[in-house]
């Protein structure tokens, strides 16, 4: 029987595709925001001995990752007013096949890795390589500055499960910590995405080429 810890990085592995496939801006926050609860869950799930710290935490993640940051990405494209992401440097459809290919490297490469947490899925470092590397794979292949921005969510959301599935003492206040840069980051960005948007009515990054000094 599949536990409910094994169901959720299953459909982390899809939430990557979705993410890959689609061209909607407003889906890829949805896709975060269903990331950002799931990877808050997952040590919960995962640790059978669970504390009232542990439970607070998990719940403030659950919050900020995934209400808040979200709340605020939906702000962002309201205020910009951009719905989809035009002409990416690779197509969708390529990109599902890569992260296709992706899915399978992230197996290859966790098979040669012996990990001193017996505890763990095998699926949870797989999920985390996927979820880390198609945050890259989104900063690299799309044009417009929000889209690149969910990248670098997910890439977190990757970092974040490794720390939390295989650091299981006194991780809460680093991840924490952390986490409330990565929301003070989000809100600046949100303010740099308007001024790009008023200066060139657009939020494609390739048109910051034509600044000069």
Do not use: C, W
């Amino acid at each position: 029987m599949i536990s409910p810890y094994d169901t959720i990085l299953m459909l982390l592995f899809l939430s990557v595709l979705l993410a890959f496939a689609s061209s909607r801006i407003l889906t890829m926050i949805k896709v975060i925001s269903f990331q950002g609860v799931a990877v808050s869950i997952v040590p919960i799930l995962q640790n059978s001995d669970l504390s009232t710290s542990s439970l607070v935490f998990g719940s403030i993640m659950l919050t900020i990752r995934g209400i808040v940051i979200p709340g605020l990405l939906v702000f962002a494209v309201r205020k910009i007013s951009i719905k989809r992401e035009v002409e990416p440097l690779i197509g969708y459809h390529f990109s599902i096949f890569v992260g296709l290919l992706l899915i399978g490297f992230s197996f290859f490469i966790s098979s040669k890795f012996q990990f001193p947490d017996s505890q763990a899925s095998l699926l949870t470092m797989p999920a985390a390589i996927t979820v880390f590397v198609g945050g890259l794979f989104l900063l690299m292949a799309r044009h417009k500055a929000i889209t690149m921005l969910i990248g670098y969510m997910m890439l977190e959301n990757g970092i974040y499960i490794i720390g939390a599935s295989f650091s299981r003492h006194k991780h809460h206040v680093v991840e924490f910590v952390i986490l409330l840069d990565v929301l003070v980051g989000i809100m600046i960005m949100g303010i740099v995405l308007y001024n790009i948007k008023r200066t060139f009515d657009d939020i494609d990054t390739t048109l910051l080429r034509k600044l000069k000094d």
